[in-house]
Nanobody
Framework: QVQLVESGGGLVQPGGSLRLSCAAS????????LAWYRQAPGKERDLVAT???????NYANSVKDRFTISRDNAKKTVNLQMNNLKPEDTAVYYC???????????WGQGTQVTVSS
């Protein structure tokens, strides 16, 4: 059974940085497309950033030039470096893995990020 374990969330002041990491126990990690989503209280889950199996990245306009998504195929991890955090970035962040081989999508349990002074 595929498991995604996220880490790195927490409380940070505006302007600060956090690095989220998600470890995936999937054998076909190298041919998976990866993403981070977030969900603020009372709102829908939104796409934050994606990275394809080929390393191409895409970002939501609200996080461009502040967040960086990366992957480490050897460690089977997907990371989200978040800089210059703003209160509106407060949300539960979820990693997402889509297997190109099977079409199945897997979700992490979520990690809370709170940006507040």
């Amino acid at each position: 059974q595929v498991q995604l374990v996220e880490s790195g969330g927490g409380l940070v002041q505006p302007g600060g940085s956090l690095r989220l990491s998600c470890a995936a126990s999937i054998s076909t990690f190298t041919i998976c497309d990866l993403a981070w989503y977030r969900q603020a209280p009372g709102k829908e889950r939104d796409l934050v950033a994606t990275i394809t199996r080929g390393g191409n990245t895409n970002y939501a306009n609200s996080v461009k030039d502040r967040f960086t998504i990366s992957r480490d195929n050897a460690k089977k991890t997907v990371n989200l470096q978040m800089n210059n955090l703003k209160p509106e970035d407060t949300a539960v962040y979820y990693c997402n893995v889509k297997s190109v081989a099977t079409g199945r999508v897997y979700w992490g349990q979520g990690t809370q990020v709170t940006v507040s002074s």
